[in-house]
């Protein structure tokens, strides 16, 4: 199957307002360039250097995301030009995306990363940890070059789909909560991240706003 026919696969079983980040990570800039000719602008990379390289020599309009672990000193490598950090996982963090992009006079858009997966070594805010951060740093107003427009989470890694649902429901009901306590009147706050190729239709079953596709696009990562 060409990327065009798996796309046309997707498209089928999302809901029309499930956005497809193209996790092209590993992946050449013509991969990439095959996809955006197949008509997909979303694409997510977890590694700055890498994706500083791709972003040279492909299409303007791409809107990159960026989804890997981030150290706090390579954020001003990216922030002239991503659009959405989709791994924030600290207060450290999100400061420091708010100072660089206001160094660029730009808002970057952000999801705080929420741990919901069994495995240790999984990054992500503690939904505990996530309000009290919220509710004491009176985020939204003293970052205002961050934008945090949503969640995103990781499921466990695992063939029980009882599992991975249980996580992705505990990740929407948590969007919820969050968004009547500091978001009401922040019609920006939409996004739910959720879902890859192992996963992605237990994911919209449980209100994934956003699907991050990489193996079934593009094929194994080397
Ligand atoms: C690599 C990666 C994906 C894509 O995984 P696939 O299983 O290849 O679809 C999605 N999200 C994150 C955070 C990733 O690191």
Redesign the pocket.
Known sequence: MNIRSKLDFLKERLPENVKIVA?S?FHSAGCITEAYQAGLRIFGE?RTQELIAKRKVLPDDIEWHF??PLQTNKVKYIAPFVHTIQSVDSLKLLQEIDKQAAKQSRIIQILLEIRIGKEENKHGFIPKECKMMLANENIIDNYPNVRITGLMG?ATFTENSEQIQKEFRALHAFFMDLKSSFFEDRTYFTELSMG???DYEIAINEGSTMV?????IFGDRI
Do not use: D
Request: glycine fraction near 22%.
């Open positions: 996790v990570k977890s989804i890997g990781i890859m190729t192992g991050r596709i990489g193996s079934f």
